[in-house]
């Protein structure tokens, strides 16, 4: 949308364009839907209003983007639908904290107040992700963006919360739940970290009733107050003589009884468990095969609820450590042994999570989950790529029934409402229940305090923002949605759901495909986190940072002064000066790149530098060709002739098409990007505008016109090929250079996509160009093996080329000009060439002989040094690679990256003595 008028800057700056050229999109409503084709639509997956953009959003986002811009161009009525997740527990962390800060608490401001500044707060501060998009140049329809709290969506959620409850659906019961005691609710597993970390192993004695003892080991000594028995396998022969018996348990003295199952290793420990059915998962299960008790001996903030107990009152640690240290006096531990073991910690507390027994709503998800299992097996939706479709199969046919409330404020309450005799009645709204039960204004009735699972409202995503429960336009012309780009971690917590929810509501799929990516990881492949100090922000990758902010940035927040230093290091070494502005373009590109099919992502500053150059070669080319075809004849009316190189670029150009349009159907983003990038930079900007110089030099030739008509409409093409994946610098010199070749249009965006006509592919003109580059290729290359100077003017001959005399005559003045040749001379059959060094290409034997070209002596000097050289650097290869320890302890990948330095260092000694030899037997 920039104005063709202005004058195209001498050097990309993407500063200079990218915001304006958004500002201008969204100005005009480019993003709506307005094709004429089938409807397309993409749901974004809705980050968290509290969130920033980090890689993994971005990488999502420039696939999501790429897809609906390239449906958009191909004419389809798309719509990628935008918004935010309310994010009920990080959310209200966030307000909570500012209240702190300020001296308030959320309990003292009250549920309506503390409501108001989580709302006031969003309003401040929660649109911040929204305008890290639009830098990534998203091309979303702002005019629908929601947000799951908003009133649409809050109807449709209590809509389907009230039928699954009224079809037996939904439920309330007692179960174990991950319990977070800081923020004291229920949270999902996505929520809860594990990882490894140092403790210990007690061994405790177990007095059994009939005299003796058993060893019991433990990881969690303070809940054996809870423990309903001990278990043993049933196959152990050191225990089977004791099961059914009874044991006592340790500082309490009651009795217990010692049962068999297969869930104990008898490998572990002593082969002898605890079982707490109220405060393990595990052990939960084992209880329900065995009918034992559930003793909760926690209240909500983990500390010991026994009344009448010495431990009563005392918080988990403390009841270790008082249980351990009463244990050690009863004679009763046994002995305490060093143990790694991994530690469930709140994602966003960091407290050890608590498995714990309480009172919930859940969603019955059996009579959900056949119909969604049958929606992939039956091909109505299909997993990109398929493996994750056992991934899926393997989550559904073991699903558990699904805890949909939380203990906070900040989401959407539940509707149920109590009398005061606790009978529970739901409904859409508190009118709706007393109508629904006949129950008079004198019944006095209180709303549950709970509200619902984050995931609850998203897994209505696809359908609730295009309208229902409303049979709405949209939701008639865009749902189901085509694909869903989405990581593999959230398969069962968001797709599942959203499968099991859309077909419960809706009849049909949500989506037609599932796209999952893998996980952006930093250059080592090493996860990344504000603990290792290799976060990237990608807007800083986009706008550039200095090493000053970029050292404050990693490093704020952090307790520990020596990983603050060991981070401001391994920073400065990373990034001396700083990140560069990359711009949008070169970062979309270096993700794109990397897009292979549900592979982990290693982001390697070397690809986005290699994606920025590539803007400044599109850029450079543009102004080029609008250097030379502006205010001239581009062939646009009347006849043109076309010439080898122009109807070979024509070729390429098809061919490049194809591979582009093969690749977006196959969600191969990364060969969609090898394929354009090998043509612009190769094929288009190394090759064709070099060969359109010598046409251009003569501006009046017949040839001229064809060959300016040919730079534009290239050109053109490949801007709107380029568009998806690039769409800031697309459409900048789009604007320059659609005008040409005739095309008009508000926008790129707008235009066709180009689609292959194979018509055009010139079979002729693609093998004469395959040999006119081959030869001078050769030259290029013997340039550089021989240590000739490029700028000096050499001789060539062609050896055994009779058959291409004609095609290298019509082509001489071109051949010449671009291997810089004095002349080229034409071998008879059988004569003899001078001593010269050699090129091949196919049959052809592209000659340049050396006599008087180079400095003999310098030059066996030169190789001399290298061959040294070269010959130090792979025995040194050799001797690590002969080291047992290196092989057996390097990483794999730095194993064979030795290999591979050692084969390069072989094959370049082989062509230096080549060389050496070759020279050497020069006369002189």
Request: hydrophobic share 40%.
């Amino acid at each position: 949308m920039t104005e063709p008028s202005q004058a195209l800057a001498k050097s990309y700056e993407p500063g200079e364009i990218e915001k304006a050229v958004y500002a201008q999109w969204e100005a005009s409503g480019a993003f709506a839907p307005s094709g004429q084709g089938p409807g397309y639509c993409i749901v974004i997956p809705p980050p968290n209003v509290t969130g920033s953009l980090h890689m993994g959003h971005a990488f999502q986002d420039t696939i999501m983007d790429a897809l609906t811009r390239y449906h958009r161009m191909l004419g389809d009525d798309t719509l990628w639908q935008p918004g935010t997740d309310h994010a009920g527990i990080a959310t209200q962390m966030v307000v909570e904290r500012q209240l702190e800060a300020a001296g308030e608490s959320r309990v003292a401001l009250g549920r309506e107040r503390f409501l108001q500044a989580v709302w006031e707060w969003k309003a401040r501060s929660g649109g911040r992700i929204s305008e890290q998009l639009r830098r990534m140049g998203a091309s979303v329809d702002w005019s629908r963006e929601r947000f799951t709290l908003d009133e649409g969506l809050s109807r449709a959620v209590r809509e389907v919360f009230v039928r699954l409850y009224d079809e037996g659906l939904i439920y309330r019961g007692q179960r174990l739940v991950n319990w977070d005691p800081r923020l004291q609710t229920a949270v999902s597993d996505l929520e809860v970290t594990a990882e490894e970390e140092d403790g210990h192993l007690w061994h405790i004695r177990y007095p059994l009733s009939s005299g003796g003892h058993l060893v019991v080991a433990t990881t969690r000594p303070e809940t054996l107050l809870g423990d309903e028995a001990v278990a043993v396998h049933p196959e152990d022969p050191r225990y089977r003589h004791l099961v059914g018996k009874t044991a006592k348990l340790p500082l309490t003295g009651r009795e217990i009884p010692i049962i068999a199952d297969d869930y104990v290793d008898p490998a572990f420990g002593s082969g002898c468990v605890k079982i707490t059915p109220a405060h393990d998962f595990n052990d939960y299960e084992v209880g329900q095969r065995h009918g034992l008790a559930l003793t909760n001996i926690l209240d909500k903030a983990a500390c010991i609820q026994l009344p009448g107990s010495p431990y009563h009152g005392l918080s988990r640690e403390e009841a270790r450590r008082r249980i351990v240290a009463d244990l050690e006096a009863a004679g009763l531990l046994d002995h305490v042994q060093p143990h790694k073991l991994k530690v469930p910690r709140g994602e966003r507390t960091q407290v050890v999570i608590e498995p714990w027994l309480t009172d919930q709503w859940y969603v019955r998800t059996a009579d959900l989950a056949a119909p969604a299992l049958a929606a992939v097996e039956d091909g109505r939706i299909r997993f990109v790529p398929e493996n994750w479709d056992k991934t899926y199969y393997e989550w559904m046919r073991n699903i558990k029934d699904w805890c949909i409330s939380r203990q906070i404020w900040w989401g959407h309450r539940i509707p149920a409402w109590y009398d005061e005799a606790g009978r529970v009645y739901v409904a859409r709204t508190e009118d709706e229940a007393r109508a629904r039960h006949g129950l008079g204004a004198e019944v006095a009735l209180s709303r549950d305090p709970d509200v619902l699972d984050t995931w609850f409202s998203s897994a209505l995503w696809p359908f609730s923002t295009l309208g229902w429960p409303e049979r709405t336009e949209d939701l008639a012309r865009f749902y189901p949605t085509q694909v869903l780009v989405t990581g593999f971690d959230i398969i069962f917590f968001w797709v599942a759901r959203m499968i099991m929810m859309g077909l419960k509501f809706t009849g049909e799929v949500p989506f037609r495909e599932v796209y999952v990516h893998g996980l952006v990881l930093d250059a080592k492949g090493q996860k990344m986190s504000k603990s290792r100090g290799n976060v990237i922000d990608p807007i800083d990758l986009i706008d550039g940072i200095s090493l000053a902010d970029l050292v404050a940035k990693r490093t704020s927040g952090l307790m520990q002064p020596a990983k603050a230093e060991e981070i401001r290091r391994a920073t400065e070494q990373e990034y001396p000066e700083g990140i560069p502005s990359y711009g949008a373009d070169a970062l979309r590109m270096a993700f794109a790149s990397l897009a292979t099919q549900g592979r982990n992502i290693n982001f390697d500053r070397a690809r986005i530098d290699s994606y920025r150059n590539f803007c400044n070669k599109l850029w450079n080319a543009t102004r080029f060709v609008l250097l030379n075809t502006e205010n001239a004849d581009c062939g646009n009316e009347g006849d043109y002739v076309l010439d080898t190189g122009d109807r070979w670029i024509v070729s390429r150009l098809q061919e490049t098409e194809r591979a582009v349009e093969e690749a977006f159907a196959a969600y191969r983003f990364d060969l969609a990007t090898q394929a354009l990038y090998g043509f612009v930079w190769d094929d288009y900007c190394s090759w064709y505008l070099e060969w359109s110089k010598t046409v251009l030099a003569d501006a009046d030739a017949p040839a001229a016109r064809g060959t300016r008509r040919t730079l534009v409409r290239v050109l053109e093409a490949a801007l709107r090929l380029l568009h998806p994946l690039m769409p800031f610098i697309t459409e900048t010199l789009w604007a320059k250079v659609a005008p040409l070749c005739g095309r008009a249009g508000p926008t790129i965006m707008r235009a066709p996509y180009p689609r292959c006509d194979a018509s055009r592919i010139d079979e002729r003109a693609t093998a004469d160009m395959q040999t006119l580059m081959g030869i001078i290729s050769a030259v290029r290359t013997i340039r550089g093996e021989m240590n000739i100077a490029p700028a000096a003017r050499i001789p060539v001959l062609l050896d055994g080329a009779q058959d291409l005399a004609g095609l290298v005559q019509a082509h001489e003045r071109t051949i010449m000009a671009l291997a810089r040749l004095t002349g080229i001379t034409l071998l008879a059959r059988g004569e003899e060439a001078p001593e010269s060094a050699v090129g091949l290409v196919g049959a052809v034997r592209v000659l340049i002989p050396l006599q008087g070209l180079i400095d003999k002596t310098a030059e066996l000097r030169r190789l001399t040094k290298e061959i040294e050289k070269t010959g130090r650097e792979i025995e040194r290869a050799r001797t690590k690679l002969a080291r047992p320890d290196f092989v057996a302890r390097a990483p794999a990948a730095v194993v064979e990256e030795e290999r591979r330095r050692l084969k390069d260092f072989e094959e370049r000694l082989r062509k230096l003595s080549d060389q050496e030899a070759l020279i050497a037997a020069l006369g002189g």
